[in-house]
Each structure stands twice: as structure tokens, then as C-alpha cells.
């Protein structure tokens, strides 16, 4: 298993994250013309925990039309970026430069070691820092003068289930929340040198220097009926949700957990057209 400060091993995800940026890249694609459509010309984007390589292609693709530009890949784990350079690759083809860096964004020598950029995006990867405060500062410090950093950080818990699935007790999605909840409490407190925060993530922008604080939220809103992907999602959803707060559920949600992940049973999750994606994300933007 690659380093990584969680502890999670992230090549076992591969699969799993491919079809989450395929179901997402319609709502990745307007994230990134956002993002992108104010940058100047040949700009550079720097994707830091580009993990299997969804949004990089959409920003690869933002920059295609636009005539071209750069796309930096930072990554300590090799498979994922792998993932992502085929990704990109696959967006933008030879119109799009890649600069691959393997390298972990809780070291002090990031910006020695990755270009700077005009826009520097970070998806759900800070929390996964031991010291959040030092490295969204580390991040700021690989922004270009004028340049904006992007963090994705918070939001609305997904949603995916009905309240009554007919199988167990109701409300099982808020307990396997819960659930996950006391993992991630867990996770974080288990990091070697860990430091708790205490402020929301604009107070971190402001005192890492940028200024134009400011954020926005996107859905990704996949009603029910869903189409197989949808289903597959969910499948995938609650597998990982159930196992890492496994701890944490009652033999009875275990049980359930068990019957809706059996393909071959009648309460196969993936077979149901009632289940739906319900989630918002926040991106939390500054500028240098």
C-alpha cells in the first residue's frame, strides 16, 4: 500500500472511483468551465490528490477548448495517478501538457517539487492531512500570484436510500452516517502528528494570505428511477459506507447491510429503481 496519512489503501478504490467520475462528469464539467473560464490563456491547473482522474479531465477538457494549456497530477499514491494520466489523456488526447508529480502534500517541500498554478485544485484531500492548517498554507504556497486555490471541503451528506427500505429496521442510511462519523473521528485522530483545526475552512484561506474568500455548492442530482450506473453507485456507496463504520452498526444493520450487498439474493441493492445520488459539495475558493 502506497503512503498515505489515512491509512486507506486507495488502489483497492481504482474501480470504484472510475464509475464515480463517470457518473459525475456532466456536474464536473460546469465545476470545471467555472473555474476555468476566467484563468489566461495556456493557463496551468494543479489537481493535488488528482485520484483516479475525474475532475482533471474535466479541467483538461475546459482548457482544450480554450486552445490548450497545463495540467499538473500531484498524487503519492503511483496507481491513482496512473488512473488520472489516462484519464486526462483520454479527455484532451495531445491538445493538454501533463506534468506528473508523485508526492504527498504533507510534506514541506511541495512547493519546491510542483509547478505553480493558476488555479490549484484540492478535492477532498486536506482533510486527509494531519495538520489541515499547514496544508492549506502548503497549498496556497503553489498558487501563481493572481491565482486562485480551490478546496472541496464540506457539503451535504449524500443521500441514496428510501427511509424504509423494507428490509431491516428504517432509517438505516442516518445510522450508517452516524456510523462513519465515529470512523472519520477515529481516522483523523489516529494520524501521527495530527493537529485539530477549530475553524472553518474560509478562516484557513484567510490565514494562509488569500484574500476574495468566498465559496460555492454544486449537486449532483440523480433521481429515482436511475439508470444502472446510478444503481452500481449506490451499490459501491454502501459497501464502503458499511465497512468502515462496520464498528459501529448493530448485528441487525450488519445483517441488512449483508442482504442488500448479496448480487445474488432477492434485496440486492443494485437491482432496486428506487434508489437515487442526493448530494452537494462546497468549494471554497482565495485568491494570492
Same mark, same amino acid.
Given at each position: 500500500m502506497a503512503h498515505t496519512h489515512d491509512r486507506i489503501d486507495w488502489t483497492e478504490r481504482i474501480a470504484e472511483m472510475r464509475r464515480t467520475d463517470a457518473l459525475e462528469a456532466e456536474v464536473n464539467g460546469l465545476v470545471a468551465h467555472r473555474l476555468v473560464d476566467p484563468l489566461p490563456p495556456g493557463a496551468t491547473v494543479v489537481d493535488v490528490g488528482s485520484g483516479s482522474g475525474g475532475m482533471a479531465a474535466a479541467f483538461a477538457a475546459a482548457l482544450a477548448v480554450r486552445g490548450g494549456g497545463r495540467i499538473v497530477l500531484v498524487d503519492a499514491v503511483p496507481e491513482l495517478q496512473a488512473a488520472a494520466i489516462d484519464a486526462v489523456r483520454a479527455a484532451a488526447g495531445d491538445r493538454i501538457e501533463i506534468v506528473p508529480v508523485e508526492f504527498d502534500a504533507a510534506d514541506d517541500g511541495l512547493a519546491a517539487a510542483v509547478p505553480a498554478g493558476d488555479l490549484v485544485w484540492a478535492s477532498r484531500v486536506v482533510h486527509h492531512l494531519p495538520d489541515e492548517r499547514a496544508g492549506v498554507a502548503r497549498l496556497a504556497g503553489i498558487v501563481r500570484p493572481g491565482g486562485t486555490l480551490a478546496l472541496v471541503e464540506g457539503g451535504l451528506t449524500k443521500r441514496c436510500l428510501p427511509w424504509d427500505l423494507g428490509v431491516g429496521e428504517p432509517g438505516l442510511e442516518d445510522r450508517l452516517h452516524a456510523a462513519r462519523a465515529e470512523w472519520f473521528t477515529r481516522m483523523r485522530a489516529g494520524m501521527e502528528g495530527v493537529v485539530r483545526t477549530g #475553524?472553518?475552512?474560509n478562516r484557513l484561506l484567510a490565514d494562509a494570505g488569500l484574500s476574495d #474568500?468566498? $465559496?460555492?455548492?454544486?449537486? #449532483?442530482?440523480? /433521481? $429515482? /428511477?436511475g439508470a444502472e450506473p446510478v444503481r452500481r453507485f449506490v451499490a459501491d456507496w454502501l459497501a464502503w459506507l458499511s465497512g468502515?463504520?462496520?464498528e459501529w452498526l448493530s448485528e441487525s444493520d450488519r445483517e441488512t447491510v449483508a442482504r442488500l450487498l448479496d448480487e445474488n439474493g432477492p434485496d440486492w441493492v443494485g437491482a432496486r429503481d428506487d434508489v437515487f445520488v442526493l448530494a452537494a459539495s462546497t468549494v471554497h475558493l482565495g485568491t494570492k
Open positions: #475553524v472553518g475552512w #474568500v468566498r $465559496a460555492f455548492s454544486y449537486l #449532483v442530482d440523480l /433521481p $429515482a /428511477p468502515v463504520g462496520e
